[in-house]
DNA sequence: TAGATTGTTAATCGATTAACAATC
DNA sequence: TAGATTGTTAATCGATTAACAATC
């Protein structure tokens, strides 16, 4: 079952797919087509069964999609069937909301335990999650089977940290540090940089007034 | 001065290219080429070479790009030579996190205001900001001449909220709920969905782990 | 069977890379 | 002037869209 690369585009819709057709599912609906799943979502039909086709035949001819099958199989792409044991590095404002949020759990995503350097925050607790020394971060990560790494500190600690992190078991590095993070392959790294969101913005705004100028 | 339709490729590598040029001019480097830029950013230098041209000509033959030069200028096509005031719709974990967040500040963007309908959290303070209740929302924004609005509420609130902000002068919603809005054109959109990201993160894993087994 | 809609191949479009003349 | 490096045009690559045969 060899599959071919999937490009990161492809990718990054998946979970728009797997969230309208979760909405769907809720709905009571039964079956979609590409073509009124692409009026949905804005896009067209074209792409949304290549970009299904990329992981197989999940429709079928004259009748369209399943949603609770294409649903569940998206979701098992998007490997949402397995567990996750997750931490957070960084006890602050950011980490602490993160910790909070119960959704993730929804998906498979526990959050196992917290880590921060501040002497002030250890031992705080979040969702019965306790706070932790950064000198605990290996030994946790073994003897807890962690997979992700949630790396809300400031940029200044981000890189040494990854260091850390990749030097253990960690699968992937959820990070929120406004900083690029190298990593050898094999730890996935998802960026999260607010302030580049915040600029784009903020680029749009002032483009959208410039054109307006124009006019 | 007519400005091309640039493509939102470009804009999401802007914010990196200011990030980049920011560290430079801090380590005191003060010209820099194409070349070694792509080196750092790991970009090709034609590929940085036609970002920036989409904007003018900014750098100079023989010599490369001036450091400081270049960075006052993405910085103003991004927009952050002006002040934005901004409020927060949803004064939960998150949207307290943002709230206490003080790099964005240092940008030009400003929290003039919270917002929430949980009277519990109303007149609780973020860095002497005022949660406030909603039936405030429209004469606060009107009367703080705010451009951006942030949502942090769940997604049932979310549609109905983008629907009243939308009504008013607000230029950009900064979308944190987990929903897709519709608003007109005017109003810039930038969707910063956590969940999306983290199920990004959960597929590059499984697709390691099933490339490992593979072979 | 006829109609609908997928799966898949081919055509188009847009973004990235390469090449090179212009010029500092 | 010679060397370096941009700005810009041309070539390539990849992603999206269109078309249509396969098939339920």
Redesign the pocket.
Do not use: C, K, P, W
């Given at each position: 079952m060899e599959e071919k690369e999937i490009?990161?585009?492809?990718v990054s819709?998946l979970p728009r797919y797997f969230r309208y057709l979760g909405e769907l599912k809720d709905e009571g609906v039964e079956r979609?087509?590409?073509?009124?799943?692409g009026e949905r979502l804005n896009?067209?039909?074209?792409?949304?069964?290549?970009?299904?086709?990329c992981f197989?035949?999940?429709?079928?001819?004259?009748?369209?999609?399943n949603v609770e099958y294409l649903y569940d199989e998206i979701g098992k792409i998007l490997g949402l069937d397995r567990k996750h044991n997750f931490i957070i590095i960084g006890a602050g404002n950011l980490g602490r909301a993160l910790g909070n949020y119960m959704n993730f759990e929804r998906r498979g995503f526990i959050l196992r335990g917290m880590f921060d350097q501040d002497p002030g925050l250890i031992g705080r607790e979040v969702r019965e999650v306790r706070v932790r020394p950064m000198e605990e971060l290996e030994d946790f990560i073994r003897e807890n089977d962690i997979d992700i790494a949630v790396l809300t500190i400031p940029k200044a600690g981000a890189v040494s940290v990854a260091e850390r992190l990749v030097k253990t078991q960690i699968r992937a590095i959820w990070n929120f540090a406004h900083v690029d993070l190298n990593v050898p392959e094999g730890v996935q790294v998802e960026n999260v940089h607010l302030s580049d969101s915040l600029m784009k913005l903020s680029y749009n705004i002032r483009r959208y007034m410039k054109e307006q100028e124009e006019t």
């Open positions: 490009s990161q585009a492809v819709r979609i087509s590409s073509q009124e799943l896009l067209t039909a074209s792409q949304i069964r290549q970009d299904i086709n197989g035949g999940f429709g079928q001819q004259g009748y369209g999609y």
